[in-house]
């Protein structure tokens, strides 16, 4: 049986986090790496829990950054909602501000 290919979709929140990352070369790890999200996300990264329950995490550039996404199966698609730097504690982390773009109602 072919394996089914997803969709990757990026919300205008996880573009513009993407477009400020400063370094091109990390811009484009990232960028590739969500785009392997195409195969088999639900095999990637590992799903969140609490507030951010539904989603997923995975790990680009080493440990640092982090690629938040949801998967639509019944659409064949992957949502990358936000990417960003993993600094517990900072309020610039990329899973508090994913809680807070939750919270606005800006995550579905």
């Given at each position: 049986?072919?394996?089914?290919?997803?969709?990757?979709?990026?919300?205008?929140?996880?573009?513009?986090?993407?477009?400020?990352?400063?370094?091109?070369?990390?811009?484009?790890?990232?960028?590739?790496?969500?785009?392997?999200?195409?195969?088999?996300?639900?095999?990637?990264?590992?799903?969140?829990?609490?507030?951010?329950?539904?989603?997923r995490s995975i790990r680009?550039?080493?440990?640092?950054?982090?690629?938040?996404?949801?998967?639509?199966?019944?659409?064949?698609?992957?949502?990358?909602?936000?990417?960003?730097?993993?600094?517990?504690?900072?309020?610039?982390?990329?899973?508090?501000?994913?809680?807070?773009?939750?919270?606005?109602?800006?995550?579905?």
């Open positions: 049986m072919a394996e089914v290919a997803y969709v990757v979709r990026w919300t205008e929140t996880a573009v513009e986090r993407l477009e400020a990352i400063s370094d091109a070369r990390v811009r484009r790890i990232v960028y590739d790496r969500a785009g392997a999200l195409a195969r088999d996300p639900e095999r990637q990264g590992k799903a969140l829990l609490g507030e951010l329950d539904g989603f680009a550039v080493g440990q640092r950054y982090r690629i938040i996404y949801r998967v639509q199966r019944q659409e064949i698609v992957v949502i990358v909602v936000t990417v960003g730097l993993r600094k517990e504690g900072d309020k610039r982390d990329v899973y508090a501000l994913a809680r807070k773009l939750l919270k606005q109602g800006l995550l579905k």
